[in-house]
């Protein structure tokens, strides 16, 4: 008798080469190193630590209801996130999601504004380094003067911190892929620990009830005053699309990858969550001033006595390292995903992959000097801190918009199927799917991310500007995202012209009429 023998599932590597890429970077991630990438660019405790103050000094202890809302969200951003990088288990996930749902052009500006906002995340997570170092020991104030991050003492320590700290993210970024796995996963798992003991302790030494939390006690009206508090939520809940950046190094990464994209922010924003609604409870005092100005830094310290709380910052320090590390990493998978496609300046140089490391160099290396590029800013100001910070959430929720958009186009044409339940990878595994849910949930997220969006970028003097009223960093946020548009578009006549007239000079030579130019 005859039998046919099953053809055994494809391997990683062919199934990337139907995207018609060949494996060179390193697969060696599994599922731990996969959630750690996501959770880690995350980092509820680099981020909670450093925009805590913010939120108070806003929205006082009603700040804490903006969590829920933020999170739930970026949830719905999330799921639809799950079921593309189910599909498409490629590095640059952003920028290759949005191409493969629109346009080439719309996604080209897609990546071009992600690569943009994930090189101001690096910036903004390695100027964290202030809110934690000088409280664990005045030395770490370098230029000395008061180290708040808002004077001009603090702003200028900042950004020589963040400068020592991207040169290390950099080198181990260059290193080598397992490196940087273990690195990333041992950062992730201390976070965590960190995290649990905080939130543990805190609540042991609560100073006041639950129902704090539904006074605002900020600045201004209630609904403004908490728009602005959610910039706290907002800022922390990013970056967990990252294990989908990584999907070319994930093993199994069509279904590895959705699961950690949802664990990741799902973790992450339990624990940021209980983390803010301790603090708040465990603080001596909610109108001394110190909560919106110093932050969590101050619960720690005052609370848990001297020598716990400046322990437990060095594990916040620890966790800021690794987030600038991670989201560099995130940035130079964009940067090489957009390199290898040709479609930005330098792409030869920038799509090389050391066959020894598994790792794009070139990319690293460009990513962490223009970071430490905008890091200067704060030498000129200390309200820089915060427009980075907030230019660089404005980036990546309109990049993730310019993904979910799409995608809500094509399941309202009916050109979506994988959505539908029942698909299955090239192994036989079922994909992830929202089934019948995907349509309404994906509408939410794209009303969502728009409304966070303007909420964010909408021009207040006094969240901008408060110490000197100057238009350039009231509006700065929209002065860089025109900046960017305006960058793109110019980038792209360029190479297009400069393609029309090759192709016109190729046509010339072989004497052959040119019918279309075509577009890159």
């Given at each position: 008798m005859d039998v046919t023998a099953t053809p055994p599932p494809p391997t990683d590597e062919a199934a990337l080469r139907t995207f018609g890429y060949r494996q060179e970077l390193h697969r060696s991630m599994g599922r731990y190193a996969s959630f750690a990438a996501g959770f880690s660019f995350i980092s509820v405790l680099t981020t909670v630590f450093q925009f805590f103050a913010i939120g108070y000094s806003f929205g006082g202890p009603a700040f804490f209801w903006t969590w829920p809302i933020v999170l739930g969200g970026q949830i719905l951003v999330a799921l639809c996130f799950a079921e593309l990088a189910a599909r498409y288990p490629i590095s640059g996930s952003i920028y290759q999601w949005s191409t493969r749902l629109s346009t080439p052009t719309f996604g080209w500006f897609a990546g071009w504004i992600m690569i943009l906002g994930q090189i101001v995340v690096i910036a903004a997570a390695a100027l964290a380094l202030q809110v934690v170092l000088p409280s664990i020991w005045p030395g770490f104030q370098l230029v000395?003067?008061?180290?708040?991050?808002?004077?001009?003492?603090?702003?200028?320590?900042?950004?020589?911190?963040?400068?020592?700290?991207?040169?290390?993210?950099?080198?181990?970024?260059?290193?080598?892929?397992?490196?940087?796995?273990?690195?990333?996963?041992?950062?992730?798992?201390?976070?965590?620990?960190?995290?649990?003991?905080?939130?543990?302790?805190?609540?042991?030494?609560?100073?006041?009830?639950?129902?704090?939390?539904?006074?605002?006690?900020?600045?201004?009206?209630?609904?403004?005053?908490?728009?602005?508090?959610?910039?706290?939520?907002?800022?922390?809940?990013?970056?967990?699309?990252?294990?989908?950046?990584?999907?070319?190094?994930?093993?199994?990464?069509?279904?590895?990858?959705?699961?950690?994209?949802?664990?990741?922010?799902?973790?992450?924003?339990?624990?940021?969550?209980?983390i803010i609604f301790a603090g708040l409870l465990a603080a001596p005092s909610l109108t001394d001033g110190r909560l919106a100005t110093e932050g969590l830094s101050y619960v720690l310290t005052s609370s848990l006595g001297d020598w716990v709380g400046k322990l437990l910052l060095a594990d916040v320090a620890v966790a800021i390292a690794?987030?600038?590390?991670?989201?560099?990493?995130?940035?130079?998978?964009?940067?090489?995903?957009?390199?290898?496609?040709?479609?930005?300046?330098?792409?030869?140089?920038?799509?090389?992959?050391?066959?020894?490391?598994?790792?794009?160099?070139?990319?690293?290396?460009?990513?962490?000097?223009?970071?430490?590029?905008?890091?200067?800013?704060?030498?000129?100001?200390?309200?820089?801190?915060?427009?980075?910070?907030?230019?660089?959430?404005?980036?990546?929720?309109?990049?993730?918009?310019?993904?979910?958009?799409?995608?809500?186009?094509?399941?309202?044409?009916?050109?979506?199927?994988?959505?539908?339940?029942?698909?299955?990878?090239?192994?036989?595994?079922?994909?992830?799917?929202?089934?019948?849910?995907?349509?309404p949930v994906n509408a939410v997220a794209v009303c969502y991310g728009l409304a966070m969006t303007v909420n964010l970028a909408w021009p207040r003097a006094e969240v901008y500007a408060p110490i000197t009223g100057h238009w350039f960093f009231q509006w700065f946020t929209v002065i860089f995202l025109a900046a960017v548009v305006a960058l793109g578009l110019v980038y792209r006549r360029l190479r297009l012209s400069g393609a029309a007239a090759g192709q016109v000079a190729v046509a010339s030579a072989a004497q052959v009429p040119v019918t279309n130019t075509g577009q890159a």
């Amino acid at each position: 008798m005859d039998v046919t023998a099953t053809p055994p599932p494809p391997t990683d590597e062919a199934a990337l080469r139907t995207f018609g890429y060949r494996q060179e970077l390193h697969r060696s991630m599994g599922r731990y190193a996969s959630f750690a990438a996501g959770f880690s660019f995350i980092s509820v405790l680099t981020t909670v630590f450093q925009f805590f103050a913010i939120g108070y000094s806003f929205g006082g202890p009603a700040f804490f209801w903006t969590w829920p809302i933020v999170l739930g969200g970026q949830i719905l951003v999330a799921l639809c996130f799950a079921e593309l990088a189910a599909r498409y288990p490629i590095s640059g996930s952003i920028y290759q999601w949005s191409t493969r749902l629109s346009t080439p052009t719309f996604g080209w500006f897609a990546g071009w504004i992600m690569i943009l906002g994930q090189i101001v995340v690096i910036a903004a997570a390695a100027l964290a380094l202030q809110v934690v170092l000088p409280s664990i020991w005045p030395g770490f104030q370098l230029v000395g003067g008061d180290p708040a991050p808002t004077t001009a003492t603090g702003a200028a320590n900042a950004a020589i911190l963040g400068l020592i700290l991207l040169a290390l993210t950099t080198a181990v970024n260059v290193i080598d892929n397992r490196v940087l796995a273990r690195v990333n996963s041992i950062g992730v798992t201390t976070e965590i620990i960190g995290a649990v003991l905080i939130v543990v302790l805190l609540f042991t030494h609560a100073e006041h009830g639950p129902g704090i939390t539904f006074s605002t006690g900020g600045q201004g009206g209630a609904i403004g005053a908490l728009l602005v508090g959610s910039f706290t939520a907002a800022y922390v809940l990013i970056g967990f699309d990252s294990a989908g950046e990584l999907s070319e190094e994930t093993r199994n990464p069509r279904r590895v990858a959705p699961r950690t994209i949802l664990t990741a922010l799902t973790a992450a924003g339990l624990l940021g969550g209980l983390i803010i609604f301790a603090g708040l409870l465990a603080a001596p005092s909610l109108t001394d001033g110190r909560l919106a100005t110093e932050g969590l830094s101050y619960v720690l310290t005052s609370s848990l006595g001297d020598w716990v709380g400046k322990l437990l910052l060095a594990d916040v320090a620890v966790a800021i390292a690794v987030a600038t590390m991670a989201i560099q990493t995130a940035a130079t998978r964009m940067l090489f995903s957009m390199a290898r496609d040709g479609v930005v300046p330098c792409s030869g140089a920038l799509s090389r992959v050391s066959p020894r490391t598994g790792m794009p160099t070139g990319p690293a290396l460009v990513t962490g000097v223009l970071a430490a590029a905008i890091l200067l800013l704060n030498f000129a100001s200390p309200e820089a801190f915060l427009a980075i910070g907030t230019t660089c959430i404005v980036l990546l929720y309109l990049a993730y918009a310019m993904v979910t958009g799409p995608l809500l186009v094509q399941r309202l044409r009916g050109g979506w199927r994988g959505g539908a339940p029942g698909g299955l990878a090239e192994d036989g595994t079922p994909l992830f799917s929202m089934g019948r849910w995907g349509l309404p949930v994906n509408a939410v997220a794209v009303c969502y991310g728009l409304a966070m969006t303007v909420n964010l970028a909408w021009p207040r003097a006094e969240v901008y500007a408060p110490i000197t009223g100057h238009w350039f960093f009231q509006w700065f946020t929209v002065i860089f995202l025109a900046a960017v548009v305006a960058l793109g578009l110019v980038y792209r006549r360029l190479r297009l012209s400069g393609a029309a007239a090759g192709q016109v000079a190729v046509a010339s030579a072989a004497q052959v009429p040119v019918t279309n130019t075509g577009q890159a």
